[in-house]
């Protein structure tokens, strides 16, 4: 696998009163291509990489390259184990709206990632199973020695994995009801809003600031919003995405379209 050439990486400058390391790509697909590079990168090092993962139209782009990379360049997820962040309750996993079948079109069936490796919440049994599927997802990131490498999106009401606002800091995998404007977002996939689910099984915040590395993505100007709140606001419960800032290795990559509210660099 070739590296990717050091002219491509935007460079990163600090934002925000914990200087966070944000890298701006003047287009959203020299973003993807280099957060793949950066993932790819990390699963060459370390071949039993533990990656926690989101869905959603953000990461979309970097899976696409991932089976790119995969395809022509034979980066292998074959000792990789992934833990998705979080997952809708009461669908059955071949529900094509379903996280899950979202992965699989996205990477999984794309990769030699090992089925018994991949990892969603089990949100089968609805309510009455979700506090145990809770725990039990828990204690599966630790037997895996814990995620390596979290990618992350931001919902515009600063949500990250399912964590909507009023999340606190210590929260772990959980139960939630969804909040009304993400489960909106969320109409086309499911073709109306009385299909869409109630409820979720996500990570916590305590469990994402729990990985070893951490790189949010956010791109266009829907996002230009939240990702100024995200690095600029008081870090708090009220944008649960803000907690991210108090990691120790974290990095935020945008396109010009989301970074447009950041003051330029000096
Ligand atoms: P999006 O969703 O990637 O589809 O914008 C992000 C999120 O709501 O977490």
């Known amino acids: 696998m070739s590296a990717a050439p050091e002219s491509d990486i935007p460079r990163a ?49 970097v899976y696409r390259e991932l089976v790119r990379l995969h395809r022509e360049e034979h980066l292998s997820f074959g000792g990789a184990s992934t833990f998705n962040v979080d997952e809708y309750l009461g669908l059955r996993a071949d529900h094509p709206a379903s996280f899950r079948a979202e992965m699989e ?47 992350l999106g931001v919902g515009r009401n600063g949500h990250v994995g399912f964590n909507e606002p009023g999340s606190p800091r210590d929260s772990r995998t959980r139960l939630v009801e969804l909040h009304a404007d993400t489960r909106r977002d969320a109409v086309r996939a499911f073709g109306g809003l009385a299909r869409v689910p109630t409820h979720a099984i996500t990570m916590g915040i305590a469990t994402l600031c729990d990985a070893r590395r951490i790189v949010v993505l956010a791109f266009g100007a829907a996002k230009r919003d939240v990702v100024q709140r995200m690095l600029l606001d008081p870090i708090d419960a009220a944008t649960p995405v803000t907690f991210v800032r108090a990691h120790s290795n974290v990095e935020v990559w945008l396109d010009e379209e989301a970074a447009a509210g950041l003051s330029e660099p000096p």
Do not use: C, M, N, W
């Open 13 to 61: 400058r600090r934002v925000g009163p914990q200087g966070v390391r944000v890298r701006v790509a003047r287009a959203r697909a020299q973003a993807e291509k280099s957060v793949a590079r950066l993932v790819a990168g990390e699963l060459v090092a370390r071949p039993s990489l533990v990656l926690g993962l989101p869905t959603g139209g953000t990461p979309a782009g």
């Open 105 to 151: 079109r996205a990477l999984f069936d794309h990769v030699d990632v090992r089925a018994e490796r991949v990892h969603f919440p089990d949100v089968d049994g609805g309510v009455e199973t979700a506090h145990e599927s809770a725990a039990r997802y828990e204690s599966a990131i630790a037997a895996a020695g814990g995620i390596d490498l979290l990618l």
